[in-house]
């Protein structure tokens, strides 16, 4: 059996890498102090989430949860990204962590406190802007990300996780119902 050289080795993390879509091609780390790369998603839907803990929309927590404890199964990635943009986030991210996990019983995947808007913004909300026109006005902001990372569409915060518009985003990308 013929033995892989190193540089063969980085030819094809490069090939895999080249079949991420530029939006997805992402690596963050989480509250847990694990990392997600959103290329292993580029084949599911997203929701993208900029949140805060002390937020009166910090109650949207549970239909987040709720979504992705439901569609989990069928591919949907639900990630939070918590920010003190409106100077409503908590000071460490321990305790966010602690907030979303204690209050909401969060389990899907959260970055780390992150800038979300303006030119400070993380490129990946650059690109969710260059991608949709439309940036975070508060917190709890949405972005579903189709499969392929094509093809994003954006809600303000007043349009709840669990809405109609939202649902219809995120069906079309999920796998069949076991």
């Not at 943009?85 to 389990?107: A, H, M, W």
């Not at 991608?131 to 990372?149: L, S």
Request: glycine residues 6%.
């Amino acid at each position: 059996m013929p033995r892989l050289l190193p540089l063969t080795l980085l030819l094809i993390a490069g090939m895999a890498n080249a079949a991420c879509p530029p939006l997805l091609d992402h690596r963050f780390k989480l509250l847990d102090g694990s990392s997600l790369d959103l290329c292993q998603y580029a084949d599911q839907p997203i929701l993208v989430v900029n949140t805060a803990s002390k937020c009166g929309f910090a109650p949207q927590f549970d239909a987040l949860e709720k979504l992705y404890r439901d569609y989990k199964p069928r591919g949907l990635l639900v990630i939070g990204f918590p920010s003190n943009d409106f100077r409503q986030e908590l000071p460490s991210n321990k305790e966010i962590g602690d907030f979303c996990r204690l209050t909401y019983f969060v389990q899907f995947p959260m970055v780390e406190s992150s800038v979300v808007t303006g030119s400070k913004a993380i490129p990946f909300f650059r690109q969710l802007k260059a991608a949709t026109g439309d940036v975070p006005r508060w917190n709890f902001h949405k972005y579903v990300i189709a499969p392929g990372g094509k093809t994003v569409t954006a809600f303000g915060t007043l349009t709840k996780p669990d809405a109609p518009e939202i649902l219809d985003a995120i069906r079309p990308g999920l796998r069949p119902a076991p």
